[in-house]
């Protein structure tokens, strides 16, 4: 809303409504993408630094790059401390992306003047349909995207080595022996079942 109305101030043919409408639909096209790219260097880059520096593997505290990698997973049974860094990696990537989109709705101003000149010329005489659009229906339909993009990149995900392999044990044939059985498991699953 602040972005708006700044950008509102340099270009005084247009309302703020339509300013709104573009500081918001550039915040939730660019900057979910922004925030995506910002939170996928951080994973690499706690990647690379527990390779780097990564405690040994006798150590019983996780480290914050640890905790950072594995984006979605809190543990069984879930940790405050997992879920605050990784809640803490995402506000990050959030709020630098909604800063670097704000100064760009800013720098841009005359350019997407033209989107919000054009915007309020389809609702010329139609106040409160412009109103209603831009503060209902658009944040509705852009944040019901928006959210589900999110989703599906945090959540976390199994390692497709797993999955592939009990893939194949569902295939395994009957005429397998149970021992056999047993230590294909075991070879998927060390130290438990399935």
């Not at 573009?22 to 690499?44: E, Q, R, S």
């Not at 390692?159 to 044939?173: D, G, H, I, W």
């Amino acid at each position: 809303m602040l972005i708006a109305i700044i950008a509102h101030q340099t270009a005084t043919n247009t309302s703020e409504c339509a300013w709104y409408f573009v500081a918001y639909t550039f915040d939730t096209t660019l900057g979910l993408l922004l925030t995506i790219v910002f939170h996928k260097t951080i994973l690499k880059f706690a990647k690379c630094w527990k390779k780097r520096y990564g405690l040994p593997k006798a150590t019983v505290s996780e480290s914050w790059y640890d905790v950072v990698a594995l984006c979605g997973n809190y543990g069984d049974p879930p940790s405050l401390y997992k879920w605050f860094l990784q809640m803490s990696e995402w506000v990050l990537c959030v709020v630098a992306a909604r800063a670097v989109c704000g100064t760009l709705v800013i720098l841009l101003g005359r350019v997407l003047g033209h989107v919000a000149e054009a915007l309020d010329d389809a609702f010329r005489g139609h106040p409160t349909l412009l109103l209603y659009f831009v503060m209902i229906c658009c944040p509705l339909c852009m944040n019901m995207i928006q959210v589900l993009i999110q989703d599906a990149i945090i959540k976390w995900q199994k390692p497709a080595s797993a999955s592939t392999s009990l893939k194949q044990l569902e295939v395994m044939p009957e005429s397998l022996e149970q021992s056999e059985r047993a230590g294909l498991l075991e070879a998927v699953h060390p130290g438990g079942t399935a």
